[in-house]
């Protein structure tokens, strides 16, 4: 089996080739949605041209995924599965059937890490650890060769899984990036960062001026 991660950061600024988007089954236009959770952080931080391709997609069957750009965000792709009723409830019995789907789609794209959010995160505590459950089980039964991260569950230390970040240096740098894209700063450029800053003992052009310096002539001491 691939390599299993669990993390309680968020799913945007994991490093990761794609992040996995809980959706419905795609029915209303885009105008009567209402983003809210994981989609309004997307939107947010990645703008909307994923969920424009994503409206290209047309209504989608319980379970099904589908591969859209990341937008802004620092990945491939997002995959998008309908594991949502029309008014956001959670499809649980489409969880385990949602989960394969997605991995199968990032494999078919040569994605070699993909991030989960807790499809039960909004259900509280209970909610949550029915959904890991069956993720895992869909998981397990599909042998699937990428790294798999779930978002937003830790789990227990006694199971031997990883609760941490695989980089957190790494997932500092995205989440620096995501910030900059929303806000619209300027990236600084290689020779920006690599320019040392000035300091009061650097000497300036008035201590030292040009146009006073005389070279010396070799072999003789001229103070």
């Known amino acids: 089996m691939s390599d299993l991660h669990f993390t309680t950061d968020r799913l945007v600024i994991q490093d990761v080739d794609a992040i996995v ?6 029915l209303l236009p885009s105008w009567l949605t209402f983003r809210k959770g994981i989609a309004k952080e997307i939107a947010s931080c990645g703008g909307d041209q994923p969920f ?42 489409a969880i385990g059937e949602a989960t394969q789907n ?32 069956v993720m ?18 830790e789990l227990k230390r006694s199971s031997g899984e990883s609760a941490k970040p695989k980089n957190s240096k790494r997932t500092s740098a995205i ?6 894209a929303s806000s619209g700063e300027r990236r600084p450029t290689s020779s920006e960062r690599r320019r040392p800053k000035r300091t009061d003992q650097s000497p300036s052009s008035d201590e ?16």
């Open 21 to 26: 988007h809980p959706w419905s089954r795609n």
């Open 52 to 93: 424009r391709e994503l409206a290209c997609a047309g209504s989608l069957e319980e379970g099904e995924a589908f591969v859209t750009s990341a937008g802004r965000l620092p990945m491939r792709g997002i995959v998008h599965v309908a594991v949502l009723g029309i008014f956001g409830s959670l499809l649980e019995d």
């Open 102 to 133: 997605a991995i199968k789609a990032a494999e078919e794209h040569g994605f070699m890490s993909l991030a989960f959010p807790c499809f039960g995160e909004a259900g509280g505590e209970a909610a949550k650890k029915r959904s890991v459950e």
């Open 136 to 153: 895992l089980t869909a998981i397990k039964e599909l042998q699937p060769i990428i790294a798999i991260t779930i978002v937003g569950y």
């Open 175 to 180: 989440s620096e990036e995501i910030r900059r």
């Open 208 to 223: 030292f001026p040009i146009d006073e310096y005389v070279p010396r002539k070799k072999g003789r001491y001229e103070p």
